[in-house]
């Protein structure tokens, strides 16, 4: 069963879409100019990121991001393989904690394992695929959300525990707190089937540009 991805034309199709139910969204979307989310092929490496993002600002996770990849030859190549043998000390020494660097073998292991399998991940619904990926210790529903967004490219995913997604809503409806998750999750039921689209807005509104290198605002509720 093939899904369908966000690329230029849903992207446009969307933005259009979203548009036409309202004029103060219409004006919303058009303050910023959100690109294409680029192509991620690399599924292991993508969920393994996610994970140093989790609950760090995104300039930071970046720099440990770096580091992270010096500890292998092939870089973002590395192979689960690759993550099983490294001592978790060094993994640590990057700057990931002890919880994190323990989070990354286990996904190590459930890619070696086949318990997570690269050939078959985008040929699952995305409740699947949250399903799937939960079961591995560390990734919570906020990582597998991120991983729809930003390696599947799914179009429809509204991450509600996200920060960066709160407060674009804040700024949004120009409210005084952040919105609760019923009222977010009501408010984006309007949205479908384009609720990504708008978790890209939202996020750069509070973040501008920094946020499309893969996963934004680093709020991971596990």
Same mark, same amino acid.
């Given at each position: 069963?093939?899904?369908?991805?966000? +690329?230029?034309?849903?992207? +446009?199709?969307?933005?259009?879409?979203?548009?036409?139910?309202?004029?103060?969204?219409?004006?919303?979307?058009?303050?910023?100019?959100?690109?294409?989310?680029?192509?991620?092929?690399?599924?292991?490496?993508?969920?393994?990121?996610?994970?140093?993002?989790?609950?760090?600002?995104?300039?930071?996770?970046?720099?440990?991001?770096? *580091?992270?990849?010096?500890?292998?030859?092939? %870089?973002?190549?590395?192979?689960?393989?690759? #993550?099983?043998?490294?001592?978790?000390?060094?993994?640590?020494?990057?700057?990931?904690? *002890?919880?994190?660097? %323990?989070?990354?073998?286990?996904?190590?292991?459930?890619?070696? +394992? %086949?318990?997570?399998? @690269?050939?078959?991940?985008?040929?699952?619904?995305?409740? +699947?695929?949250?399903?799937?990926?939960?079961?591995?210790?560390?990734?919570?529903?906020?990582?597998? @959300?991120?991983?729809?967004?930003?390696?599947?490219? *799914?179009?429809? #995913?509204?991450?509600?525990?996200?920060?960066?997604?709160?407060? %674009?809503?804040?700024?949004?409806?120009?409210?005084?707190?952040?919105?609760?998750?019923?009222?977010?999750?009501?408010?984006? @039921?309007?949205?479908?089937?384009?609720?990504?689209?708008?978790?890209?807005?939202?996020?750069?509104?509070?973040?501008?540009?920094?946020?499309?290198?893969?996963?934004?605002?680093?709020?991971? *509720?596990?």
């Amino acid at each position: 069963m093939s899904f369908t991805v966000l +690329e230029k034309q849903v992207m +446009e199709d969307g933005i259009n879409y979203l548009s036409s139910l309202d004029k103060n969204l219409s004006k919303f979307l058009k303050q910023f100019d959100v690109p294409v989310l680029p192509i991620e092929e690399d599924y292991f490496w993508s969920l393994t990121r996610s994970v140093i993002y989790q609950q760090i600002s995104g300039k930071a996770a970046k720099k440990i991001s770096d *580091r992270y990849l010096k500890l292998f030859n092939k %870089g973002s190549k590395m192979s689960p393989i690759d #993550v099983i043998k490294i001592d978790i000390e060094k993994i640590q020494n990057v700057g990931i904690s *002890r919880q994190k660097s %323990g989070y990354i073998k286990n996904i190590a292991n459930a890619f070696d +394992e %086949g318990l997570v399998s @690269e050939t078959q991940l985008h040929k699952l619904s995305d409740k +699947e695929i949250i399903d799937q990926l939960v079961k591995i210790k560390g990734v919570g529903r906020w990582t597998a @959300e991120m991983f729809l967004i930003f390696t599947l490219r *799914r179009p429809d #995913v509204f991450p509600v525990t996200d920060l960066g997604v709160q407060k %674009g809503f804040q700024i949004y409806y120009d409210l005084d707190e952040l919105p609760s998750i019923d009222m977010m999750n009501e408010k984006s @039921e309007n949205w479908k089937p384009y609720r990504t689209i708008m978790s890209l807005y939202l996020w750069f509104a509070v973040e501008g540009p920094c946020l499309l290198y893969t996963s934004p605002s680093p709020r991971d *509720r596990g």
